[in-house]
């Protein structure tokens, strides 16, 4: 399972501390925004054809980041991972306003993992 899939399963526990139980957002209309733009871990991971993991294709795709939180979590408020380079976790906040401003969810979790994993990646 890539990093940032496992930082982001780990993200909505802050909600404990906020006094949000796991009951209280289970099928509710939570929406989730989730700013990710690097990809090293994929280029790790694929680095070396002859053991190549199992579940690269899908345990890697930033695409679908925000989508596993609300499938794991039942939530029902928009989804989207959002690529806009060095804005994303702004656009993401700028999304979640929105989208509370709209009613058209309860709740809203802009997660945004940005570590950089591979030392060949420089800015």
């Given at each position: 399972m890539a990093s940032a899939l496992r930082f982001l399963c780990s993200v909505l526990l802050t909600q404990y501390a906020a006094g949000i139980t796991l009951q209280e957002i289970n099928g509710s209309q939570t929406s989730v925004f989730c700013g990710c733009f690097t990809n090293d871990y994929n280029t790790m991971v694929t680095k070396d054809l002859e053991y190549y993991p199992k579940y690269t294709v899908t345990g890697t795709g930033n695409s679908i980041l925000a989508n596993r939180i609300s499938y794991f979590y039942n939530l029902h408020g928009a989804?989207?991972?959002?690529?806009?380079?060095?804005?994303?976790?702004?656009?993401?906040?700028?999304?979640?306003?929105?989208?509370?401003k709209s009613h058209e969810s309860d709740l809203v979790s802009y997660p945004s993992p940005k570590s950089r994993q591979s030392p060949r990646i420089v800015f």
């Open positions: 989804s989207a991972t959002i690529d806009t380079a060095c804005s994303s976790s702004l656009v993401c906040f700028h999304m979640g306003n929105q989208s509370l």
